[in-house]
């Protein structure tokens, strides 16, 4: 089988060598020599470099490959990829190629690009996931539509992505671009699980007074049970390291996070289609807040420093609130799946959408064992409940600030607790007359209900 691979970069390099590994044959292009130079000779030092054609232009690729055509695109997100396409239809590719985008591109730009390029080439859509080492090794892959090609290069990327019980992690989820879709979900839940991590580790280190490496400790035995997750054992270790100097590598870096897109897009799709992912939505304002110090807002409204207030944990109810919080993150997560797919029509299938997250992914964690037998079950862990909403009040004592700990211990309460919105609805058709519905489904006027003398003004 012969495939293309456009974009060498961080990805583009490791997903290069692992289709090679498996018995590849690809052409490869970077606008910058070196990254082809340093493929090249990656491939040489693993003895695979036979199977590797680096090529200088896209005109030299599109020659070089027999029709039908199969592209791969790794190159960053937004008008590069459409760059790339034009260049590639100049260069030759016809009706039937496939070019499969498997960059973090935004789903909505997939299904314009679906339209522009149809009678030009198949545009496919796939998410990856899982960094250098996933793509090198084996990453996730979130694939989308039924785009005549697919059936060409499906075999091969179920051999190419990671693998969790003898099943492939690849999958084609759902129609149109919901494959991107699930990456940009997939990329929402990383990122409220990374700060809620970053919130326990607060907790133990200011609540409690705990070392780095002490952290490093109890996220290690964490990891031994049934918490063990990629993430949990990536911030072990990282809370592990020392200089030198002996100095905690965390006391080395800045506070302010950066961010590439795809956790906004999650909170402003979720917005749009009106579905409550408070977590995700905390997990990105809580890195909009490590930038704050910078703006110009925040320099006029400085506040002193509070110190923290110590607090006595324990530690097996940490564990049960970190467990439940994590499993919520997920549930929100699946629920946007949900309702996008109903809202789009494009036929998600939420347990392939998991199978792609069991192994290679950022997201990958043993207790997903229990939400692929569905997500209810979270609703009977009731000594996991009670633990997060002891901890979060535990957690506010100390004065600190927990976004994703606390919205989501509110996202279960809001679940499973009375709701007030009935005051809400009143106060809007108080001032606005925009109508109450009762508890009969009658939709009327607080003043059809009851006589309201004068209103306050
Ligand atoms: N890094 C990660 O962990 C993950 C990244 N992704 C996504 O994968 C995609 C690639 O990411 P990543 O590998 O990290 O990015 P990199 O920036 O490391 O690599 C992109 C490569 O594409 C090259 N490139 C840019 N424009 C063109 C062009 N017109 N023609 C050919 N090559 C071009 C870049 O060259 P130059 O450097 O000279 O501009 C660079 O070598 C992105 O969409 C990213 O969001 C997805 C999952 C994980
Ligand atoms: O897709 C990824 C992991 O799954 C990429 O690493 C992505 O860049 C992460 O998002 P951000 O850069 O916004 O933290």
Redesign the pocket.
């Given at each position: 089988m012969q495939v293309a691979l456009?974009?060498?970069?961080?990805?583009?390099k490791n997903l290069a060598l692992n289709l090679i590994e498996q018995g590849m044959t690809l052409v490869a292009?970077?606008?910058?020599p070196d990254?082809g130079e340093e493929l090249l000779s990656c491939a040489k030092l693993q003895g695979m470099a036979d199977r590797l054609h680096i090529v200088s232009d896209l005109g030299d690729m599109v020659k070089r490959l027999t029709p039908p055509r199969s592209i791969l695109l790794?190159?960053?997100?937004g008008e590069?990829v459409d760059?790339?396409c034009s260049e590639l239809v100049e260069a030759g590719v016809d009706c039937d190629d496939i070019i499969v985008d498997c960059?973090?591109?935004n789903y909505k730009d997939g299904i314009t690009r679906k339209l522009k390029y149809q009678n030009k080439f198949e545009f496919a859509t796939m998410g990856?996931?899982g960094?250098a080492e996933g793509a090198r090794h084996g990453p996730a892959m979130m694939a989308s539509g039924s785009e005549g090609g697919w059936e060409r290069v499906e075999p091969w990327f179920e051999k190419v992505a990671a693998s969790y019980k003898g099943e492939s992690c690849f999958a084609r989820v759902g129609q149109s671009a919901s494959g991107h879709f699930v990456k940009m979900v997939h990329n929402g839940i990383e990122y409220a699980l990374m700060q809620l991590i970053a919130e326990m580790y607060q907790l133990l280190r200011l609540g409690t007074k705990r070392s780095p490496h002490e952290v490093a400790e109890i996220f290690n035995q964490w990891s031994e049970g049934s918490l063990n997750s990629y993430l949990l054992s990536i911030s072990s270790h990282i809370l592990s390291l020392e200089t030198n100097a002996d100095e905690a590598l965390v006391d080395l870096i800045d506070n302010k996070v950066g961010a590439?897109g795809t956790g906004l897009w999650t909170a402003q799709n979720a917005l749009e289609l009106g579905i409550a992912v408070p977590s995700l939505v905390a997990a990105v304002q809580a890195r909009h807040l490590t930038n704050t110090g910078d703006t110009h807002a925040a320099k006029e409204m400085a506040y002193a420093a509070k110190s923290t207030t110590h607090v006595e944990l324990d530690l097996d109810e940490l564990k049960d609130a970190f467990l439940f919080a994590s499993l919520l993150a997920y549930r929100q997560g699946l629920a946007l799946i949900k309702g996008a797919s109903r809202a789009h029509q494009w036929k998600v299938d939420l347990s392939k959408t998991l199978q792609t997250w069991r192994a290679g992914c950022i997201i990958r964690a043993d207790y997903l064992d229990n939400i692929a037998e569905g997500v209810e079950f979270i609703d009977t862990l009731e000594k996991e409940s009670l633990a997060l909403r002891k901890i979060c009040g535990q957690a506010m004592m100390t004065g600190l600030a927990f976004p994703v700990l606390s919205s989501t211990q509110t996202y279960f309460a809001t679940l499973t607790t009375p709701s007030n919105g009935h005051l809400v609805q009143a106060q809007r058709d108080y001032f606005g007359e925009h109508g109450i519905k009762t508890h009969s489904g009658e939709v009327c006027h607080l003043t059809d209900l009851v006589e309201i003398d004068a209103k306050v003004r």
């Open positions: 456009v974009g060498l970069g961080v990805m583009g292009y970077d606008k910058n990254a790794l190159v960053p997100a590069l760059k790339v960059g973090n591109s990856i996931s960094g590439k």
